[in-house]
Every structure is written in structure tokens, then in C-alpha cells.
């Protein structure tokens, strides 16, 4: 496979060190790659021909299908294109985007390459399970036509903001795909535009949607929640929550989970994030941290599997100890090895391949 990130030419960018960030990542995904500065007229000359992976950086001022010949205006499945802002600035709309990622600083050129090659490697199927352009999943389907182990689900994190977008998940669904169950990687409108209401709604309607379509195809199907940091929190809450209506599932996996929001607020994790994602502070919305916060309700429903790399930030690992201490009811499983933050959504580490036995031994279980 072949990789090309197109850049502006008039960028105030120092190409050293994008250049670096960029040979990285493609080393790391073992992809050949090409990085092309242009002025705003050659976007047309360099895309037109495009590979099957492209990252593009235009002028912050021009959508991406202003840059493309009269014709190609729709989604290629076989090129992945993904536009990269590290910059905030609104969605670029442009129908051949595969992904916009945007507001995540320079080093966030490094997951638009991931999602470029990504995409192209594993082309997903959109699901979608309501109106707004946040509401949707990307649905792989294991290779064999036999029916699948189970239905994963997967809800990113980035304390629960609304730059962090689903491609945090993308190496894990593919991984899930690969070990013979559907995953739908799942998008939602996060609390810091839409509310914390928005954000459960979105989640519960995105499982519910992809159950349902599973489902039909398949017949009844075991779902397992998985979530890292953030997502972590939310698998857990509607995990729990779907049990309670009568619709259990057959296990929730944190990865590195939010599992105590009392003391997330109270030692301003990512500056304060979690009172922002909920809106307000445990005293002012009490009833929001009792059903949220993991801690506050150990007493599960739901058998759950907590995984913890301990090199993660010492907060994260010290509350997660806390809950597997406390937690009862639903059999409990823990993971704890060597890894940081990101080790649990990579699919070659060991704290992965740990977490995935215990997951399948459940799926065994409950089969």
C-alpha cells in the first residue's frame, strides 16, 4: 500500500517536523509513503490520481472538494481520503472525505495517517442510527462468511470532547473483525456541544441500531461494550443501564476507564473535563455523577472486564484499582501489565491480547 500527504505550500509549518511525525507513522503502519508540498492550484493535479491512502492538508479557508475535478464528487471505497486541521475550525462537508480530523495540535497528523491507511486496508459500511453527521457507526464484518462470535461495540474516548473522534478505535474494530466478530465503531454527539443527555441518547440508540442490524442478519448475536478512557465510563453506565430494561449484554470492557468521577472532578482531570462533560459539579448535578460514575454503583449487573496499563497516568490507575477492589455482583475480571495510555487500543501489545482472551472466554461462557 501506498501512502500520500498533500500539503499547502503556504502553510506556516516546519516541514522537519512534520516530515518526521509523518515518516512515523507510516513506518509504524509498514506503509511506503510520499509527502508533497503544493500551492493551492496542484491539490487538483496530486489528488486526481491519488492513492489508496491520502491525508490532506489544504489551506484552512477551502474544503476539500473545491481541490477535486468536476466528477469526482463522492466517496471513493478503494482510496481513503482524510482531510487534517490541526487547528480547530468547523467540518469540512466534502462528500469524498472518509474522515476530518481537526483540533488536535500537529502531532494529531499522525492519526489522520492512521486513519488514511486504516480505511483503506479495512473499508467499513456506514450505520447510521439518526440525522446529524455524528450519528453513525463504521461496521466491519469478519472475512469466512460464517456467522459472527459475537457483536463488539467500541465508544472512543478523549474525556469526552468533541476533537476526539472515532478513528481512536479504528486499529481495535479492524482487530475485532480479524478475530471474527462484527464491530461497529461507533461516532456520538459529545457533551461539550450537544449535552450529557446527547451523549447517552446517542450511545444507547447506536447499540440499540447495531443489535438490531446484527441481529436481522445474523439472529441473535452476544454484544460486548467496549470503551477506552472516556468511552470506558460510557460503556460501563449503559452497559449497566441496558441490563436494568432488560436488554443485558454479555459483557463491558473499560480500557483505561473514567471509573470515579467524583475524583476526576475533584482532581481536575484534563482540566475539567469531567463538569464540563456533565455539566456541572458533583453537588450540582448529583443524580448525573451517581448514574455516571462506576465507583458510585459497584454493585454490577453486567459481567466486566476492567483493563489498566500501569504506566498510565497514575489517576487513572490508581481509581481503577479502587473499583475492582470495591466492585461486586457481575463476575469481575482485571487486566493490569506494563503500558500506557494507548497500549490497550493497540492491537500488538500484550495488555491487548490479555484483555481479548478474557473477552473471549466470556463469549464462551455466555455462549
Do not use: K
Not at 486526481?48 to 491525508?55: C, I, S
Not at 468536476?70 to 482531510?83: K, Q, T
Not at 461507533?186 to 443527555?197: I, N, T
Not at 465507583?295 to 472486564?305: D, E, F, H, N
Amino acid at each position: 500500500m501506498r501512502l500520500e500527504v498533500v500539503l499547502d505550500r503556504a502553510a506556516p509549518l516546519d516541514r522537519g517536523t512534520v516530515e518526521g511525525l509523518i515518516e512515523t507513522a507510516a513506518s509504524g503502519l509498514s506503509v511506503e509513503h510520499r509527502v508533497i508540498w503544493c500551492d493551492v492550484e496542484g491539490f487538483e493535479e496530486h489528488l486526481r490520481d491519488r492513492p489508496a491512502a491520502t491525508v490532506v492538508v489544504p489551506p484552512d479557508n477551502v474544503e476539500v472538494a473545491a481541490l477535486l475535478r468536476p466528477g469526482d464528487d463522492r466517496r471513493d471505497p478503494r482510496r481513503a481520503l482524510v482531510r487534517f486541521d490541526a487547528h480547530a475550525r468547523g467540518r469540512d462537508a466534502s462528500p469524498q472525505l472518509s474522515a476530518h480530523l481537526r483540533g488536535i495540535g500537529l502531532g494529531g497528523i499522525t492519526w489522520a495517517v492512521r486513519a488514511a491507511v486504516h480505511a483503506a486496508r479495512s473499508p467499513a459500511d456506514t450505520l447510521r442510527y439518526g440525522e446529524h453527521p455524528e450519528q453513525f457507526g463504521q461496521l466491519r464484518r469478519p472475512g469466512g462468511g460464517g456467522p459472527p462470535a459475537a457483536l463488539a461495540v467500541l465508544v472512543h474516548g478523549g474525556y469526552w470532547r468533541s476533537r476526539w473522534q472515532l478513528d481512536l478505535m479504528d486499529a481495535l474494530a479492524i482487530d475485532l473483525a480479524d478475530r471474527g466478530l462484527i464491530s461497529v465503531n461507533l461516532e456520538y454527539r459529545r457533551p461539550d456541544r450537544h449535552g450529557w443527555q446527547a451523549t447517552l441518547e446517542d450511545v444507547h440508540a447506536g447499540v440499540r441500531q447495531a443489535a438490531d442490524a446484527v441481529g436481522r442478519a445474523h439472529g441473535q448475536t452476544p454484544i460486548v461494550l467496549i470503551g477506552h478512557s472516556a468511552g470506558g465510563q460510557l460503556a460501563l453506565q449503559i452497559a449497566e443501564e441496558r441490563a436494568a430494561s432488560g436488554e443485558p449484554v454479555a459483557a463491558a470492557v473499560s480500557l483505561a476507564g473514567v471509573v470515579d468521577l467524583d475524583v476526576a472532578d475533584a482532581r481536575e482531570l484534563s482540566d475539567g473535563a469531567v463538569r464540563l462533560a456533565l455539566g456541572g459539579r458533583p453537588a450540582e448535578v448529583p443524580e448525573r455523577y451517581l448514574a455516571a460514575s462506576a465507583l458510585a454503583r459497584p454493585q454490577r449487573q453486567v459481567p466486566t472486564i476492567v483493563a489498566i496499563g500501569a504506566g498510565d497516568d497514575p489517576d487513572l490507575v490508581e481509581m481503577n484499582r479502587r473499583f475492582v477492589a470495591a466492585a461486586s455482583g457481575g463476575p469481575i475480571d482485571v487486566v493490569e501489565l506494563p503500558g500506557d495510555h494507548f497500549a490497550l487500543i493497540d492491537p500488538t501489545t500484550p495488555l491487548w491480547a490479555a484483555t481479548f482472551d478474557i473477552v473471549a472466554s466470556r463469549l464462551w461462557r455466555s455462549g
